[in-house]
């Protein structure tokens, strides 16, 4: 069973019975209490559900009267862990791939923590704490220097300088708005800098960008022309056929396998 498919189910038993105990999911999905507790940390990190002692308990709703948070942010939360786990099968062992900051990028380093004799670069603390949890003794992390942003980012001339000391095999970069044509792009400039940073250096760039990136002006453009671009199943099919146009390959992420437009 696929992590994000897992994700799903343990999410439902939580809502469904108000909590759920971690040996209890593990007998359940068949895995180990070290899987169970990584998913219930992304949940949680999610908003979700609540962690604690043993298990999780369903999150209660933000207010009197509201919603539970359970329509737009479970939307959000699975279209990201469906691109997540795409990406995941673009990766090989023995390659060396970089991560940008971003929800999606976490969400896909917990994959990858998995692939054997992996070298890592990113420029994103919360990447970088996702392998730390990890700790696999035949993948390589690095961590590039730089000035602490709001983002978790490391920015600045040394990041640059850390992530052009390498080459790649594989350059993620997550984008999270668009421009005025409806091209993916970034929001904040200094993390477009640096996503730039990698173009030269790496043999494949793979894009991501979940629903919500039309949500948000983008004004710094980093996709170069021709790239694969992974998006979820709520971009509209005339915004894809928008992204064709102006020479962008979308492809719709399941979660399972790759489903070209």
């Given amino acids: 069973m696929l992590a994000s498919t897992r994700q799903l189910a343990i999410l439902e038993i939580v809502n469904r019975d108000g909590?759920?105990?971690?040996r209890r999911l593990a007998?359940?999905?068949?895995?180990?209490?070290?899987?169970?507790?990584?998913?219930?940390?992304?949940?949680?990190a999610s908003g979700l559900v609540a962690r604690v002692h043993g298990g999780a308990v369903r999150r209660p709703a933000a207010g009197h009267g509201q919603k539970p948070l359970r329509s737009a942010?479970?939307?959000?939360?699975?279209?990201?862990?469906?691109?997540?786990?795409?990406?995941?099968?673009?990766?090989?062992?023995?390659?060396?791939?970089?991560?940008?900051?971003?929800?999606?990028?976490?969400?896909?380093a917990h994959h990858l923590a998995t692939v054997p004799d992996l070298t890592v670069v990113t420029y994103s603390l919360p990447v970088a704490q996702a392998f730390q949890e990890h700790q696999r003794r035949d993948q390589t992390l690095v961590l590039t220097g730089g000035v602490v942003t709001g983002t978790q980012g490391l920015t600045g001339p040394l990041a640059a300088r850390t992530l052009h000391a390498f080459h790649l095999d594989t350059a993620f970069i997550e984008l999270d708005?668009?421009?005025?044509?409806?091209?993916?792009?970034?929001?904040?400039?200094?993390?477009?800098?640096?996503?730039?940073?990698?173009?030269?250096v790496t043999d494949r760039v793979v894009c991501f960008a979940d629903h919500t990136a039309w949500h948000r002006r983008g004004e710094h453009q980093v996709m170069p022309a021709g790239v694969?671009?992974?998006?979820?199943?709520?971009?509209?099919?005339?915004?894809?056929?928008?992204?064709?146009?102006?020479?962008?390959?979308?492809?719709?992420?399941?979660?399972?396998?790759?489903?070209?437009?």
């Fill in 27 to 44: 007998d359940l999905f068949g895995v180990s209490t070290g899987t169970i507790r990584r998913d219930l940390t992304m949940l949680d």
């Fill in 228 to 261: 694969l671009l992974l998006v979820d199943a709520r971009v509209r099919s005339e915004l894809r056929d928008d992204l064709t146009l102006a020479g962008v390959h979308p492809v719709i992420a399941h979660g399972r396998r790759l489903s070209p437009t």
């Fill in 73 to 108: 942010v479970m939307a959000r939360q699975f279209a990201r862990a469906a691109i997540a786990a795409d990406a995941a099968r673009m990766v090989a062992p023995g390659t060396t791939v970089a991560l940008p900051a971003g929800p999606i990028s976490t969400l896909l």
């Fill in 177 to 200: 708005g668009t421009d005025d044509a409806g091209v993916p792009a970034n929001v904040d400039e200094e993390t477009a800098e640096l996503n730039r940073a990698v173009l030269p």
């Fill in 19 to 22: 909590g759920a105990q971690l």
